[in-house]
Each structure stands twice: as structure tokens, then as C-alpha cells.
């Protein structure tokens, strides 16, 4: 299994609360990938990284941002959490481009 | 933009039937394609892959083809199992604008086997 840990796995905020969701990476892969997951939507890409410091945007990237200091970690920041962003968040990393995509176990948040 | 459309699920068979799952794609450059499969309360795994026309990829029993003319990726599997029950993905990796690869992802098909 990819070495790839995301925190917390679990947790429940108040509408209105920042959230930072942490996923962290032995691999050394460049590439590190936020998606959430919906009924009906599948999976969604809200951030990406390349790079230490170089990061994009994905297709639902409002009311959200990221950081990347270091290789091995990515974080998910949402700004003003809100019920909308209620979902299942999973980190994912790829040694280079094309190549397979390994993912972390999940981040299930509530907003309440 | 680039887009996998997969057929909409559940799919629901009896133990040992034939599975077929459809997905084609569409996308600007020459991608790599590939099949995941997502456990309740887990992650999504690679299931195979393959990266140009015309290449199978297989594993655990599953098999798809890259067709670039019809610009399919039809996953198929000759029996399957009740623990092959799980969510699929079909998904394609090509250069988007700056260089950068975006992973695109279908919608994912639910598959339920029956014993």
C-alpha cells in the first residue's frame, strides 16, 4: 500500500469554522491531489500541487485552499466551513504525470 | 475539456455471471486510461491500467481494451464474485493547459453480486 495518511479521518465543525485537513506522503510522489466525493457527482477535483509551493485550481475549488511546504504534505484548508462542504475528502498522489494515482483512506467531514 | 462517461449503475448480477462495464472518454491529447475500484469505506485502488492504443490491461479476472477508434475502455470480467461488489471507475490521465497532468474521473458504476 502507498504510504499515505490523511488527518483527521473523522470530524464535525460548525458552519462558519475554518478546517484544515492534513494528508501526508512517504512516497515522495510530486504530484498530490485533493478530490470530494458525492452522491450523484462522483469524484471532484478541488485542488492540486505539482511541486513544493506550486499548486492549481480543480473544478470546485471556491471556499477552499491549499498549501505545500513540504513534499510530503499537503494541506486542505476551508476557509468558512459550510454545510455544502459536507462530503468525503480524499488525498491522492502520483509519481509523474499518466502514471496510477494512489489515494488515501478519507477524510469524512460534517458541517453542522 | 477532457470527460469519461460511464453507464450508469447499480448493476446488479447473480454470482458467476458476465460483468460488462462501459466507458468512453474523450480528450485533447494521447492518454493513459484506467480502471479503479472503491471498497465501502475505503479509498479508491488501481485496478488496471493500460497507457496506449490497443493495450489490455488485466488483473483479478478483470480485463479492459484501449480503443482509440471507438475511444473505449469497457471493462469486462467473465464471472465475478459476490466480493467483487464495490463502486468502479474509469479514468484517464493527459496533459492539460500548463503542462500539468489532471486526472479526470468518471461518475463510478455500483456493482452488486448476488450469491
Known amino acids: 500500500d502507498a504510504g499515505i495518511t490523511q488527518s483527521p479521518r473523522h470530524k464535525v465543525t460548525e458552519t462558519g469554522t475554518p478546517v484544515t485537513l492534513r494528508c501526508h506522503q512517504t512516497e515522495n510522489h510530486r504530484y498530490m491531489y485533493w478530490y470530494r466525493q458525492d452522491p450523484g457527482h462522483g469524484l471532484r477535483l478541488i485542488h492540486y500541487s505539482y511541486g513544493v509551493k506550486d499548486t492549481d485550481k480543480g473544478e470546485v475549488s471556491d471556499g477552499y485552499s491549499v498549501s505545500r511546504s513540504k513534499t510530503e504534505d499537503f494541506l486542505l484548508t476551508l476557509e468558512s466551513a459550510t454545510s455544502s462542504q459536507t462530503s468525503v475528502y480524499f488525498c491522492?498522489?502520483?509519481?509523474?504525470?499518466?502514471?496510477?494515482?494512489?489515494f488515501g483512506e478519507g477524510s469524512w467531514l460534517t458541517v453542522v | 475539456g477532457n470527460s469519461v462517461t460511464q453507464m450508469e449503475g447499480p448493476v446488479t448480477l447473480s454470482e458467476e455471471a458476465f460483468l460488462t462495464i462501459n466507458c468512453t472518454y474523450t480528450a485533447t491529447g494521447y492518454p493513459s486510461l484506467f480502471w479503479y475500484v472503491q471498497y465501502p469505506g475505503e479509498g479508491l485502488q488501481l485496478l488496471l491500467k493500460?497507457?496506449?492504443?490497443?493495450d489490455k490491461g488485466s488483473n483479478k479476472g478483470f480485463e479492459a481494451t484501449y480503443r482509440k477508434e471507438t475511444t473505449s475502455f469497457h471493462l469486462e470480467k467473465g464471472s465475478v464474485q459476490v466480493s467483487d461488489s464495490a463502486v468502479y471507475f474509469c479514468a484517464l490521465s493527459d496533459r492539460a493547459s500548463g503542462g500539468s497532468y489532471i486526472p479526470t474521473f468518471g461518475r463510478g458504476t455500483s456493482l452488486i453480486v448476488h450469491p
Open positions: 491522492a498522489i502520483s509519481r509523474d504525470p499518466g502514471n496510477t494515482i494512489y
Open positions: 493500460a497507457t496506449k492504443a490497443d
